[in-house]
């Protein structure tokens, strides 16, 4: 008994002095500290473990080593467009309908996003599309391949993309493969054994040396780059699985946004690549002139391609999603899978509904994470009071993560609008300045609305008292998700 006793003593007191490191020792946000402290003192043993490894800060200077590394080949043109800005000589206004001048001076000067103008894009919302474009484009590689994934599966369709890189391979292509260690864990490096055989290099972000346990395991690399000879990227929510082509039953039809960008737009996904590799990989890319070609397009698309991650100062992602929503002046139309957002995103769509400005949220019907899911709903529900009209899509699942304001400016990436997107995984998203990409992605997000149901306030309010629990609970802990 006087063990058991001293064995509390000692859990109590561990408790009392995490909850000081929280609220003392590492800046976060108010209500993920009170989270955090209601995880560490209900559930003691099992807040200790889930604290260790998925509520530990890192710093920044940990994460990696950044700040060191020159964007050679951007460098330059960037600090000549952030000149040009700050004396008010703006570089190539774009065409579209809204006024963004002040997103592109905001993304230029903190965000450190190249602004381009030359740009041909394709949008893919159809998984199989998407991939026979991505596969043609490989087997049309002749200098080097750059691919990143969050989730990369080891089926027939995992299957496919690694034998047309083993085939680039063999032609004496450079092929370069980084995968999130946790959202890949379903992969091994010896599913790319012939791969490497033939010269090709995988490498995984964050590595876990013992399954599923790392302190780092709550930094998630979710982004999605494919970059060809420098010239072709692709960049959007679709990763590589049977899924992603809505071949398994639980999902359904998997309904995303992607890219495929032709022009200088895709300098500043290479770079993206470049800095995240060189960051887990023994052998650095050293910066050269093949990797930033000259580029010829009949492209009249201006784009910037921002990324964030927790080694950011600015959480340039979120701010982008912000100042998106502060520009609009007649519509906002929003696809992302999970919308778990904080305080500055949920007023500012708040703020833009009692201003008279039209705001259309889909989301999906069916949980891939149950407690994400329920918060979502919760969220998403709370809209409905301000004049929101809020959709769930029915005809599969909804991962596309889009931003259309106005019909002239339009965000398609990696990023949910939510907080773990916002603060704690590395992501990139692609702003297009573009009244005809945009207006693509409009109608199908009202394409997508024929596939969806419209949640009402009054279907919401007689909601049954299971959901209202559950709700309950997923948002208690909603700051953690």
């Known amino acids: 008994m006087l063990v058991m006793d001293n064995l509390f003593t000692i859990i109590f007191f561990v408790n009392i002095l995490l909850s000081i490191v929280i609220i003392f020792r590492e800046r976060r946000q108010t209500a993920q500290t009170w989270a955090w402290l209601l995880v560490l003192l209900f559930i003691p043993v099992v807040g200790f473990v889930l604290y260790f490894f998925f509520g530990r800060g890192i710093s920044k200077e940990k994460i990696f080593d950044l700040r060191t590394q020159a964007k050679i080949g951007l460098n330059v043109e960037l600090e000549e467009q952030k000149q040009a800005l700050q004396r008010n000589l703006y570089p190539h206004p774009p065409t579209a309908q809204v006024e963004v001048k002040q997103l592109v001076y905001l993304l230029t000067i903190y965000g450190q996003s190249l602004y381009t103008t030359t740009n041909e894009m394709t949008l893919y919302k159809d998984g199989q599309k998407k991939f026979d474009a991505l596969l043609k484009d490989i087997e049309g590689a002749t200098d080097h391949i750059h691919m990143q994934y969050y989730i990369y599966r080891s089926d027939t369709l995992g299957g496919e993309v ?3 890189l083993i085939r680039a391979a063999k032609r004496g292509v450079k092929v370069r493969v980084l995968l999130d260690a946790w959202g890949s864990t379903q992969v091994s490096l010896k599913f790319f054994d012939e791969l490497r055989v033939h010269g090709g290099q995988v490498a995984f972000f964050f590595p876990l040396f013992v399954p599923y346990l790392n302190p780092r395991i709550n930094y998630r690399n979710h982004r999605k780059i494919v970059v060809i000879d420098g010239k072709i990227g692709y960049t959007g929510g679709f990763n590589v699985g049977n899924e992603y082509l809505g071949e398994v039953e639980k999902f359904g039809y998997w309904r995303d946004n992607h890219l495929r960008i032709l022009g200088p737009a895709v300098y500043s ?4 690549f470049l800095m995240d590799w060189n960051s887990q990989h023994a052998i650095e890319i050293k910066y050269e002139a093949a990797l930033f070609p000259m580029i010829e397009t009949n492209g009249t698309i201006a784009a910037q391609v921002v990324t964030s991650g927790p080694d950011s100062e600015h959480e340039e992602i979120k701010i982008t999603y912000l ?15 999970y919308y778990i957002p904080d305080e500055s995103i949920h007023n500012a769509l708040k703020l833009a509904l009692l201003s008279g400005v039209s705001v259309h ?7 891939d994470h149950p407690l994400v899911y329920w918060a979502t709903y919760s969220f998403a529900a709370e809209l409905l009071a301000y004049g929101a009209v809020v959709e769930t899509y029915e005809k599969g699942f909804m991962h596309a993560k889009t931003m259309i304001v106005d019909s002239g400016v339009v965000s398609i990436g990696s990023a949910n609008i939510d907080v773990r997107s916002f603060r704690l995984d590395f992501e990139v998203n692609t702003v297009v300045y573009d009244a005809k990409v945009a207006e693509e992605a409009r109608q199908a997000f009202f394409a997508d609305s ?10 919401y309010r007689n ?12 948002r208690l802990v909603s700051p953690l998700l």
Not at 269 to 272: A, D, F, G, K, P
Not at 323 to 337: G, V
């Open 450 to 459: 024929k596939d969806s149901e419209e949640l009402t306030l009054e279907k």
């Open 361 to 367: 949220l889909q989301i999906p019907n069916k949980p």
């Open 463 to 474: 909601r049954r008292l299971l959901i209202k629990v559950k709700e309950g609970l997923a």
């Open 269 to 272: 996904l290479q770079n993206r």
């Open 162 to 164: 690694r034998d047309a």
């Open 323 to 337: 100042k998106m929503i502060n520009l609009a002046k007649k519509e906002i139309l929003i696809q992302t899978p």
